[in-house]
């Protein structure tokens, strides 16, 4: 049964229990450790919203960019503490559909509660002075990899806090690693990098964690227009986004990002010390798959040997890998893109590079760059010796933050696929740094770059047919 009020109807009450069995305010302590008894509720109901001041709801405070993580206070959005829970939203972006599914087919119990005793981080990150400057850190809680640590008090009072951000290490295996090796543009080290080409490497995937707020700020609009816009344009999933103003927290349901360094991770924040580093938004068809229509993979590849050379001469290498697929517009829309540069009129042309993705889309991008330096504060960044990126975005964003860039690198000519020239030749004339490489990209050369043609909705003589993509 639905309700859209915080009261349920007489034979649809909620049981809240907690977890000493007896009642007390959602700020009652039992103890002088000034933590709160949780309340765990069980609903017979689907609550639809809650508002502000309602019966029963009392969220655990958040003072955002308090360094003290016991005053800031830990992030709740998780389903077992509706009258304390201080987050809008769910874990695991998009994936909590797919929680939602497990439940559904009886395959996971909904009251479970992950056992997180030996998945604390493997490697140090922070604190950070940056940490408690929202202006700086306002889209990942920077806590969020030390639950365990910070907060065991109310774990072990029973309070369901999950982390949002998990720190390990690996090795990766990358065929243009063995390649570069077989070049002698890499040397294996046994430590950095392995005589197999694997590389070895420290991590940390991120879930994003927004303090609305300060999200406003930086987009240049007020809180309530923020809300607004997002609740009307996800359809109302979130109603809370309208009712609740004083829960100033917001899980989104999207991609997150996940970090890859190679080196000592306690370098970062020594600026004496080289770092190296490319901020590389999502390309599933070309850094998985490998397509040549664009320069993703490529640049991921070049960047990621540069990192580990970095690394071998005693600094330290950094790739931040952002869900952003197709500009934040998503793979459909990408591809849609696709089929209109290689339909138009004269083919696929830099000259109209950017306005087949606005013809489609109505934006020529939407991976807006405010949010996009916070991990970089997150781990202790304020100087970037090398930058391996030509987007005036992206180092806009970064410097305008306080972080310094000393180099700026593109990516090589000869890495650059054929049919991606369409996509380098667009960038540069329009205001991408050129670096050494790409000087001298004038109109003319914007004019007659032009890609591969596939031949589509072309009369296929034999079958009298359209030949669609072969």
């Known amino acids: 049964m639905a309700s859209n009020s915080t009261s349920a109807p007489a034979s649809k009450k909620a049981r809240t229990t907690t977890n000493k069995g007896k009642a007390g305010g959602p700020h009652d302590t039992s103890t002088d450790d000034g933590i709160p008894i949780p309340e765990i509720t069980q609903l017979d109901y689907v609550n639809l919203t809650s508002h502000t001041d309602a019966f029963d709801v009392d969220p655990i405070p958040i003072s955002w960019g308090h360094p003290d993580p016991l005053i800031r206070g830990p992030v709740i959005c998780t389903v077992r503490h509706s009258s304390q829970r201080n987050a809008i939203g769910a874990h695991s972006g998009s994936y909590c559909i797919y929680t939602g599914l497990a439940v559904a087919a009886g395959k996971l119990n909904p009251d479970y509660v992950p056992n997180l005793k030996l998945t604390s981080p493997v490697f140090n990150i922070g604190p950070h002075p940056s940490w408690s400057d929202p202006k700086k850190v306002a889209s990942i809680d920077p806590f969020g990899h030390l639950t365990t640590e910070v907060y065991r008090g109310y774990l072990d009072k029973g309070f369901d806090i999950r982390p949002t951000i998990a720190v390990t290490k690996a090795h990766i295996d990358l065929p243009e690693t063995r390649e570069a090796i077989a070049a002698g543009r890499l040397v294996p080290d046994g430590k950095i990098l392995l005589a197999s080409g694997q590389s070895i490497v420290s991590k940390a995937a991120i879930e994003p964690v927004w303090y609305l707020p300060e999200i406003a700020r930086r987009f240049g609009c007020s809180e309530a227009v923020l809300r607004q816009s997002i609740f009307r344009m996800t359809n109302g999933i979130y109603p809370e986004l309208i009712t609740r103003p004083d829960i100033k927290i917001f899980l989104p349901p999207i991609g997150g990002l996940t970090i890859y360094i190679w080196g000592d991770p306690d370098t970062i924040p020594d600026e004496d010390i080289e770092l190296t580093c490319r901020v590389h938004d999502e390309c599933n068809g070309s850094d998985v798959f490998g397509s040549d229509i664009c320069t993703c993979r490529p640049y991921l590849t070049h960047a990621i040997e540069e990192c580990i050379k970095t690394a071998q001469n005693g600094g330290c290498g950094l790739v931040i890998y952002f869900r952003k697929e197709g500009r934040s517009l998503g793979e459909v829309t990408k591809y849609l893109v696709y089929n209109t540069r290689k339909r138009q009129e004269g083919g696929d042309s830099a000259e109209k590079y950017f306005s087949c993705t606005e013809q489609v889309a109505g934006v020529q991008d939407t991976r807006f760059q405010a949010l996009m330096p916070d991990p970089l504060h997150f781990l202790g960044v304020t100087k ?50 050129a670096g050494k490489a790409y000087q001298g990209i004038d109109q003319n050369e914007l004019k007659k770059t032009v890609g591969r043609e596939y031949g589509y909705d072309k009369p296929d003589e034999k079958k009298g047919k359209n030949v669609v993509d072969e």
């Not at 972080?403 to 650059?416: A, G, S």
């Not at 380098?424 to 205001?431: E, L, N, P, R």
């Open 384 to 433: 970037i010796h090398n930058f391996i990126s030509m987007s005036d975005m992206k180092y806009n964003a970064i410097v305008s933050t306080g972080i310094q860039i000393v180099n700026r690198i593109e990516i090589p000519k000869e890495l650059v696929p054929d049919d991606a020239q369409v996509e380098i030749t667009a960038k540069v004339y329009h205001g991408y740094n």
